[in-house]
Each structure stands twice: as C-alpha cells, then as structure tokens.
C-alpha cells in the first residue's frame, strides 16, 4: 500500500487516479484547484481536496499540473525529505524541482493509458524509491532511461497515444467508407490495435516477420502493404514524434532560462 497525493487531476492526473484505484491498494488524495475535476474523479480518491496542505502526510506526491504551474504550487508546498515527488510535466527539469523542495525527485513521463492499467511509463534512475515503483507496476509497465531521454519518451510514450488515436481514427474512416456502421468500424480498429500491440509485446518475431505473417501469398494485405511501402507514411509518424520531442527540449530551454 502506498499513500499518494495527485496534485492536479485534470487529464493526466485523473487518469493515474483512476488506475491507482485499481487494485484497490493505495491510499489516494486528490487535489485541484477546480471542484468539477475532484468531482470527476471523487469515486476512485480516498479524499478529495482543494488544499494542498492534504499533500503533507503522503510517503508519493505526484505533480500533475501544467508545466507553467509547477513553481507556483510547489512554492505553496511544505514537504519533507522522506517524501518524493514525481513529477510528470512535459519539459521540466527534475533539477528544477528539486531547486523548490526538500523532498526527493523522481521525474516520470506517464501516458494516459494509466487509466486502464496499460501505462508505457519511463522514469528517471534518480529518486526512484519502492514506493514509486510500486505504483508504476499497479498503472502498467515502464522504463527506467537516464534524464536527457526525456524529451524523446515525452513523445514516443507521453504524446504517443494521440499519434495512435489518429491511426485508429484513419482505419476507422475507411471501415465506414467500406459501409461499416462508425460504432462498429471503431470497435473493430480499436481492438484491433490492441491486439497487434499486444502481439508485438509478447511475440518473439520482429515487427518485420508479424507483417510478413499477417501477409498470405497472393492474398489481401499486401496489396495494403505495397500501398504503405510505396508511400512516406513511415517517415511522415517519425517526422510527428520528433516535433513532440523538439518542443519538449524547447520546454526544457524556457526553464533552464528561469
Ligand atoms: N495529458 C497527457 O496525456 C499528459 C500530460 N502530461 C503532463 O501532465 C501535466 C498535466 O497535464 P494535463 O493533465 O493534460 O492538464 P490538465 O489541464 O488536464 O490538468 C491540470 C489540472 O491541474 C489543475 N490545477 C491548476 N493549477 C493548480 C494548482 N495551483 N493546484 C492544484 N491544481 C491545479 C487544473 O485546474 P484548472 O483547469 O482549473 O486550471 C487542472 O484540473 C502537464 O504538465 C503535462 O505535461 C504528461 C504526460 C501525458
Ligand atoms: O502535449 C503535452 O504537452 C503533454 C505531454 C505529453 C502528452 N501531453
């Protein structure tokens, strides 16, 4: 059992609320400025607060507000070095952290699958403690990479999942095209999605040889696959997750200036 405060319960902190409520082990208090987003998330919270004092007895407290926010709250905010705080915003430094607490940093970049327990996390070696860990593992999985890589899992597993709600949106519209109804051309992209990623994480086979067994001779997906190969598709989702992970690092500049 941990007991951890979410400070900011907006998207990313309403979703590590909820999929800490999971297994129903952890003590969870939630804090926000606004009432309607304690309200959203009051079912799965031990204790739904606006006062930030509330974050005082908590062994974790995650920072889940916007980057522009994280001094100001944490200029509020009195905790002691047996606390750790793990803070998630995109482009801030745990050092910068660190330089407004006395208690230890762990920096995370999280992703909104924490919700249902599929969190791709990673998490830096500093301040790392058991408790944290024991989190991470009740959210989903995650890497343990060095600070500077930040920037890249920032958009590799932080932006990520709106590149792939994209590409579900894509096999959707063509299902429709095709005469699906949207409700089952969603269902029928979407887990197919999950499916294949679930193939890629418990099969041996690179993501070359899955293609290469999906495509029977002669048959249907490769004439797909001869569509994608032809086209810059490839290069156009590379170009997309190394925009995110440019703008992390111009983040990470603006408050290296401060
Ligand atoms: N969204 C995502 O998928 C991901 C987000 N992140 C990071 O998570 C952080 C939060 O992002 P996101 O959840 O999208 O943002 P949201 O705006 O959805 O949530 C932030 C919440 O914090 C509240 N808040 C603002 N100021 C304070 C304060 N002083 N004290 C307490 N609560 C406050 C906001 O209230 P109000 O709306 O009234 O301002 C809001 O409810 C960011 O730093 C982002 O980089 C990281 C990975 C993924
Ligand atoms: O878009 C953002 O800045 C945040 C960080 C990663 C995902 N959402």
Redesign the pocket.
């Known amino acids: 059992m941990v007991d951890v405060s979410v ?7 309403g979703a590590l609320i909820s999929g800490f409520a999971r297994d129903g082990e952890h003590r969870v208090t939630a ?4 009432p309607d ?1 304690l309200e959203a998330i009051e079912a799965d919270s031990t204790e739904t607060t606006t006062d ?1 004092s509330a974050a005082e007895g908590s062994e974790v407290v995650v920072l ?4 522009d ?1 994280v001094a ?2 944490l200029e509020d905010l009195e905790l002691s070095s047996d606390q750790t705080i793990v803070t ?3 482009g801030v430094s745990r050092a910068f952290v660190a330089d407004r607490t006395d208690a230890t940093v762990v920096r995370v ?4 699958a924490a919700e249902t327990g599929d969190m791709a996390a990673a998490v830096t070696h500093e301040g790392l403690s058991e408790g944290v860990r024991e989190l991470l593992e009740t959210v989903g999985e995650y890497a343990v990479v060095d600070e500077e890589l930040m920037d890249v899992s920032t958009a590799v597993n ?1 932006s990520g999942p709106a590149f792939v709600f994209y590409l579900i949106g894509a096999m959707k519209e063509a299902g429709i095209e095709g005469g699906l109804e949207p409700e089952q051309a969603e269902t029928l992209a979407a887990q197919t999605f999950k499916g294949a990623a679930e193939t890629v994480l418990r099969d041996e086979r690179s993501v070359d040889e899955l293609i290469d067994a999906v495509c029977s001779p002669n048959g249907t997906t490769i004439e797909g696959m001869e569509v994608l190969w032809d086209s810059d598709v490839e290069g156009k989702v590379i170009e997309a997750v190394q925009a995110a992970e440019r703008r992390s690092a111009e983040i990470a500049e603006e408050f290296d200036d401060e």
Do not use: S, W
């Open positions: 400070i900011g319960c907006g998207n990313m902190g804090i926000d400025a606004d987003a930030l889940a507000v916007k980057p926010v100001t709250v998630v915003a995109a970049m999280p992703n909104l932080g």
